[in-house]
């Protein structure tokens, strides 16, 4: 692509820039049924395409996508007001590592295998040909947060196990989706085999009612569970990437200085508006030193434009999430928690929140602020690891966890404890973009796995075939009268394989 769509950031920045959005316009849901079939005819030459004609296609979308690292990133930092680092390093390179992870290892994950019958030949049961099947059409409701890489994996994996795809970007990142659907029709996929539909949520509804084969849906908790429910009416499996209330556990032998700098990070990137962001520290012992300096730290964040090199934290995505933020924090408030640094919306205009610290005693605001998606870290002390843990697992979302300490030995015994899709030791958000790693939650955080070969094989369907000569000696065929044959080998096979107690 030679130039990428305009964008504008007058609904979060002020100033902002003289570029204007460019409309994507919006699909009319009548035409997304249609859409799809075209999709669905498309993939029935592709599924047969040899994994080396759809690795040559995906190569050159990998190198298309390369070619152009910088102008995709200069358009997320307009689109979504993240500091342009943070969309290179947070987006634009880590879809770059998922498309090479994928160039590089579906073809072998995609194979069909043989499974021996091992000691069930006794039974004359033969062997099996494992293959991989692709589904059809995989139809994905993509996300704004993080709109190159959330998108681009799902989209890849898709098209690599042979599937056709219909997907529609969020329409708060309609230009980064416009740039990414251009750069797979630059690379050549055969025609209507992948397609972007463009709208709000009745074009997200209507994508669900238009006889896809598999639903992927990234955003929050609410929504995503509407998805779910309304592909399982239709008989339609589903992925769903939804929000995090990610617990860090510091034990008392962390080094306060690198710690506090790591989580700072953790919570604040992105503007806290990363589904793995840091949003709980429990402190197992005083709280107070910790809460202090994370304070100090988040204090010390230039917010601002991103178009700023010195900008550290950018805006919110708009004014209504600032608001629905701005709501739970004055609940956490009112629920027991105190300000430490933050707790008010930015003066002027732009949808602009200060990192924000709450110092909290009870669970009273864990509670309220469930779910928060901008610039939280709620700090509480806790007597023992195992109150750690116990005040982890309590939240009903389980994306991700953090243990922060310098025995490892010690951290990796309390990261074995906490119930979520992802734990990392003295790390955190870093770790969401390894390209081979299964990423997703349980509970509210989601249902299914993206990324590496989990998330590969969420596209296929295992078919298992048999074959075996005509004819030959089958003992089991009717009539069972005839002979004793068959009951003397099965008490013969119990007594070799199924022993006694």
Same mark, same amino acid.
């Given at each position: 692509?030679s130039m990428?769509?305009?964008?504008?950031?007058?609904?979060?920045?002020?100033?902002?820039?003289?570029?204007?959005?460019?409309?994507?316009?919006?699909?009319?849901?009548?035409?997304?049924?249609?859409?799809?079939?075209?999709?669905?005819?498309?993939?029935?030459? +592709?599924?047969?395409?040899?994994?080396?004609?759809? %690795?040559?296609v995906l190569?050159r979308?990998?190198?298309?996508?390369?070619?152009?690292?910088?102008?995709?990133?200069?358009?997320?930092?307009?689109?979504?007001? %993240?500091?342009?680092i $943070?969309?290179?390093?947070?987006?634009?390179?880590?879809t770059?590592?998922?498309?090479?992870?994928?160039?590089?290892?579906?073809?072998?994950?995609?194979?069909?295998? !043989?499974?021996?019958?091992? +000691?069930?030949r006794?039974?004359?049961?033969?062997?099996a040909?494992?293959?991989q099947a692709?589904?059809?059409?995989?139809?994905?409701?993509?996300? +704004?947060?993080?709109?190159?890489?959330?998108?681009?994996?799902?989209?890849?994996?898709?098209?690599?196990?042979?599937n056709a795809?219909?997907?529609?970007?969020?329409?708060?990142?309609?230009?980064? @989706?416009?740039?990414?659907?251009?750069?797979? $029709?630059e690379?050549?996929?055969?025609?209507?085999?992948?397609a972007?539909v463009?709208?709000?949520?009745?074009?997200? *509804?209507?994508?669900?009612?238009? =006889?896809?084969? %598999?639903?992927?849906f990234? /955003?929050g908790?609410?929504?995503?569970?509407?998805?779910?429910?309304s592909?399982?009416?239709? /008989?339609?499996p589903?992925?769903? $990437?939804?929000?995090?209330?990610?617990?860090?556990?510091?034990?008392? #032998?962390?080094? !306060?200085a690198?710690?506090?700098?790591?989580?700072?990070?953790?919570?604040?990137?992105?503007? @806290?508006?990363?589904?793995?962001?840091?949003? !709980?520290?429990?402190?197992?012992?005083?709280?107070?030193? +910790?809460?202090?300096?994370?304070?100090?730290?988040?204090?010390?964040?230039?917010?601002?434009?991103?178009?700023?090199?010195?900008?550290?934290?950018?805006?919110?995505?708009?004014?209504?999430?600032?608001?629905?933020?701005?709501?739970?924090?004055?609940?956490?408030?009112a629920?027991?928690?105190r300000?430490?640094?933050? /707790?008010?919306?930015? @003066?002027?205009?732009?949808?602009?929140?200060?990192?924000?610290?709450?110092?909290?005693?009870?669970?009273?605001?864990?509670?309220?602020?469930? /779910?928060?998606?901008?610039?939280?870290?709620?700090?509480r @002390?806790?007597a023992?690891?195992? $109150?750690?843990?116990?005040?982890?697992n309590?939240?009903?979302?389980a994306?991700g966890?953090?243990?922060w300490?310098? #025995?490892r030995?010690?951290a990796?015994?309390?990261? !074995?404890?906490? %119930?979520?899709?992802?734990?990392?030791?003295?790390?955190?958000?870093?770790?969401?973009a390894?390209? =081979?790693?299964?990423?997703?939650?349980?509970?509210a955080?989601?249902?299914?796995?993206?990324?590496g070969?989990?998330?590969?094989?969420?596209?296929?369907?295992?078919?298992?075939?048999?074959?075996?000569?005509?004819?030959?000696?089958?003992? *089991?065929?009717?009539?069972?009268?005839r002979?004793?044959?068959?009951?003397?080998?099965?008490?013969?096979?119990c007594?070799?394989?199924?022993?006694?107690?």
């Amino acid at each position: 692509m030679s130039m990428l769509p305009e964008v504008d950031l007058a609904r979060t920045i002020s100033p902002p820039p003289a570029a204007r959005v460019g409309s994507s316009g919006t699909t009319n849901r009548d035409a997304v049924a249609a859409i799809v079939g075209r999709a669905a005819e498309a993939q029935v030459a +592709w599924s047969t395409t040899s994994w080396n004609g759809r %690795k040559a296609v995906l190569t050159r979308w990998w190198r298309i996508l390369s070619r152009d690292r910088e102008l995709l990133a200069d358009l997320i930092r307009d689109e979504i007001g %993240k500091p342009r680092i $943070e969309a290179m390093a947070g987006d634009v390179i880590p879809t770059l590592d998922n498309l090479r992870w994928t160039v590089h290892n579906a073809g072998r994950l995609l194979r069909s295998e !043989r499974i021996g019958p091992s +000691w069930q030949r006794f039974l004359l049961i033969g062997a099996a040909r494992q293959v991989q099947a692709p589904l059809g059409v995989i139809g994905i409701i993509g996300t +704004w947060n993080y709109p190159l890489f959330l998108n681009a994996t799902p989209i890849a994996h898709a098209l690599a196990a042979g599937n056709a795809v219909v997907w529609k970007p969020s329409e708060l990142a309609a230009a980064t @989706g416009r740039a990414l659907q251009e750069g797979l $029709e630059e690379a050549g996929f055969p025609a209507g085999l992948v397609a972007a539909v463009h709208g709000g949520p009745e074009v997200g *509804q209507a994508l669900i009612e238009s =006889g896809i084969d %598999k639903g992927v849906f990234t /955003g929050g908790v609410s929504t995503g569970r509407r998805v779910l429910a309304s592909l399982g009416e239709r /008989g339609v499996p589903g992925v769903a $990437e939804l929000s995090g209330f990610d617990a860090a556990i510091v034990l008392p #032998d962390a080094p !306060r200085a690198s710690t506090v700098r790591a989580l700072t990070w953790a919570a604040f990137v992105g503007c @806290g508006q990363t589904c793995v962001a840091v949003k !709980r520290v429990f402190v197992v012992g005083d709280p107070r030193p +910790w809460a202090d300096e994370i304070a100090a730290a988040a204090r010390a964040l230039r917010v601002g434009d991103p178009t700023r090199e010195d900008t550290d934290v950018g805006p919110m995505i708009n004014a209504a999430a600032r608001e629905r933020f701005h709501r739970m924090i004055e609940a956490g408030v009112a629920s027991g928690a105190r300000v430490l640094a933050g /707790g008010e919306p930015l @003066g002027g205009p732009g949808a602009f929140y200060p990192p924000t610290v709450l110092l909290a005693e009870t669970r009273a605001a864990e509670a309220a602020l469930a /779910g928060a998606f901008g610039p939280l870290l709620l700090v509480r @002390g806790v007597a023992s690891p195992a $109150e750690a843990v116990a005040a982890a697992n309590a939240s009903d979302y389980a994306l991700g966890a953090s243990v922060w300490g310098r #025995d490892r030995r010690a951290a990796r015994e309390v990261a !074995r404890h906490l %119930k979520v899709g992802s734990v990392s030791l003295n790390d955190a958000v870093t770790p969401a973009a390894h390209a =081979g790693a299964p990423f997703g939650g349980f509970k509210a955080s989601g249902f299914g796995r993206t990324h590496g070969a989990a998330g590969l094989r969420e596209f296929v369907q295992p078919i298992a075939v048999f074959e075996r000569p005509a004819g030959g000696f089958r003992p *089991q065929l009717y009539p069972y009268g005839r002979s004793r044959m068959v009951e003397r080998m099965l008490a013969l096979y119990c007594r070799m394989f199924h022993p006694k107690s």
